[in-house]
Nanobody, 128 residues
Framework: QVQLIESGGGLVQAGGSLRLSCAASGRTFRSAAMAWFRQAPGKEREGVAGISWSDYGMTYVYYGGSVKGRFTISGENAKNTVYLQMNNLNAEDTAVYYC??????????????????WGQGTQVTVSS
């Protein structure tokens, strides 16, 4: 069974920063791609950022349009972990943030689609 555990959410003032972490575990699980999604009250789930690792040692990242230049995704493939550094936060970033993982390698906008494993979510609240 695969489990994803997120941490790092909380309350921050507008203009501030937060760093989210996510670790995936499972006896034989090895993620090829991981991502962050978010869902604000009354809104659809939105892809925030994704990262993947190829068998040749290349790392690929992709960002949703609303966070480009403010958020940075990183991760450690061997540890099945992914991080999201969020800077210059604003009220529109308030949402539950979910970590996702999959064993299927992908790049580009596919990094924000079709994940089989999901975390429970962590709340991020930005006060204006």
């Amino acid at each position: 069974q695969v489990q994803l555990i997120e941490s790092g959410g909380g309350l921050v003032q507008a203009g501030g920063s937060l760093r989210l972490s996510c670790a995936a575990s499972g006896r034989t699980f090895r993620s090829a791609a991981m991502a962050w999604f978010r869902q604000a009250p009354g809104k659809e789930r939105e892809g925030v950022a994704g990262i993947s690792w190829s068998d040749y040692g290349m790392t690929y990242v992709y960002y949703g349009g609303s966070v480009k230049g403010r958020f940075t995704i990183s991760g450690e493939n061997a540890k099945n972990t992914v991080y999201l550094q969020m800077n210059n936060l604003n009220a529109e970033d308030t949402a539950v943030y979910y970590c996702a993982a999959d064993t299927s390698f992908r790049t580009g906008s596919d990094l924000l689609r079709s994940y089989n494993y999901w975390g429970q979510g962590t709340q991020v609240t930005v006060s204006s």
